[in-house]
């Protein structure tokens, strides 16, 4: 099966996923230090200067961390501490924020960044929560990619048609399986009302 990351909007190396608990993805101190400091050096690179510079200074995690109060609160911010091992197999201190805490800090350096990082932890919460995150129509756009790479494939009549066989038939189930979410009307658990899908 296939894994799926957070996209890489803009150019941005996306940090490794954290999911942490069942079903809270969060992004870390550490991630959000690396992911202010990717859209720097972004900028700086775009400008035509090198990173870091006077202009697009390297934010560092100790500096990340002494704004965390000032920004989520000084009774907030404990209730998102954690701790990580570094390199020298020591415990050092960090936060785990999720998808709120994250985009509030994100903000707090510019609104573009806090717009990339919402979009990254949109992403990490579908990935938590699987495919039903997905709408019917992002699964019916899915599955028709994968007819026209099969339909493409398959022009090398010889030694592909078997193959063109075996994904006809697994094309057909997923839209056969695609179709018939379209038409299902789901009760979620915790939903005051129903949520058709269409």
Do not use: W
């Not at 150019?11 to 809270?24: E, M, V, W």
């Not at 992002?138 to 790479?149: F, N, P």
């Not at 398959?154 to 066989?165: E, I, T, V, Y």
């Amino acid at each position: 099966m296939t894994e799926f990351y957070a996209p890489t909007g803009d150019g941005l190396a996306q940090p490794k996923i954290g999911l942490h608990g069942i079903s809270t993805p969060t992004m870390s101190s550490l991630e959000m230090v690396d992911y202010i400091n990717a859209e720097r050096q972004l900028k700086a690179e775009e400008e035509g200067m090198s990173f870091p510079c006077k202009k697009y200074r390297k934010l560092r995690h100790d500096s990340f961390m002494a704004k965390v109060a000032k920004v989520l609160g000084e009774t907030q911010s404990p209730k998102f501490f954690g701790d990580y091992i570094d390199g020298k197999g020591r415990a050092q201190s960090c936060y785990n924020f999720p998808k709120r805490e994250a985009c509030l800090m994100a903000m707090s350096y510019s609104y573009e960044l806090q717009a990339k990082v919402y979009d990254y932890m949109e992403e990490l919460d579908r990935q938590a929560h699987g495919y039903l995150n997905y709408s019917v129509q992002e699964l019916q756009a899915i599955v028709a990619g994968a007819r026209k790479v099969s339909d493409e494939d398959s022009s090398d009549a010889g030694r592909r048609l078997r193959k063109r066989q075996d994904d006809l038939v697994l094309l057909e189930k997923a839209e056969s399986l695609v179709e018939s979410l379209s038409q299902l009307k789901l009760d979620f658990i915790g939903s005051e009302r129903d949520k058709e899908i269409h």
